[in-house]
């Protein structure tokens, strides 16, 4: 009988990039739109689409033996499981965010000390009465099913605690941020009896290591060059690689290949500057995975 790992996917706002990190990462995941059980190219995976929130809670109890779901839902379930690889990318939705308590622009709550008494709106409540204890502050926390920056405008509460990445969204309903309860991070973790199965930790661990490769990749790119042997001194001294750069003989006497990688971000400045140090042919090519 084929051994099969069972794991649980996002559903909701990560999904779209844990499928697009996952394809970087080598595995064609496709899900009709009304469907729960997605196809995977992978015959030892058998996947399933769980919304992040209740992700810890059933790889917890073994029905999942794995899955990937966000810091702060793991925090919210209080939930006993192995944390198998960080999966945080700093460029879309997998980055890390955090929730905040915000109240609106004109409201006299300045602090966290003044939510004494007030009543606050949040999905994440048992990680906020966690940060209000902590704080000695007592308070009113009531679950919001979503549209929580309504509650606060309408009047219905005082406050609300609600994950932000840049805070535009809560400047648009006129909310401020008054303080941060916790940051939260994407993770790969596991049922820890699955995790004691030789073969089933086997095969989390690959998917991890190409899953942290595909990420790194994000933010790299590959760069190859020619380089006289005159220049190379010159064009060494500006390459940040990774590691050394690899450097191959050419056919043409007196030149040599550079291939290395380089930061993305770093590519506008680098470029123009090799090509002044005497650099010939830069291609500039995108990278699937970065494993070190």
Known sequence: MAKILKIGLPKGSLQEATFRILKKAGFNVNVGSRSYFPS????????????????????EDGALDCGITGEDWIRENNSDIKYVEELEYAKQSLKKVRWVIAAPEGSKIRSTKDLKGKRIATELVGVTKAFLRKNKVKADVEFSWGATEVKVAAGLVDAIVEITETGSSLRANKLRIVDTVCY???????????????WKRAKMEAL????????????KVGLKMNVSKANLKRILSLLPAMKKPTISTLADKGWLD???????????????????????GIIEYPLNKAIY
């Not at 939260?184 to 030789?198: F, H, P, Q, R, V």
């Not at 991890?208 to 933010?219: F, P, T």
């Not at 550079?258 to 010939?280: F, M, S, Y």
């Open 258 to 280: 550079i291939d290395t990688i380089i930061d993305e971000e770093e590519v506008k400045r680098l470029i123009p500057a090799l090509k002044r140090a005497g650099a010939q």
């Open 40 to 59: 995977i190219d992978d015959a030892e995976l058998d996947p399933v689409l769980i919304r992040a929130q209740e992700m810890s809670r059933y790889v």
């Open 208 to 219: 991890s290591m190409l899953l942290k490769g595909a990420i790194l990749a994000e933010s």
């Open 184 to 198: 939260s991070t994407t993770k790969l973790i596991a049922n820890k009896k699955a995790w004691k199965d030789k």
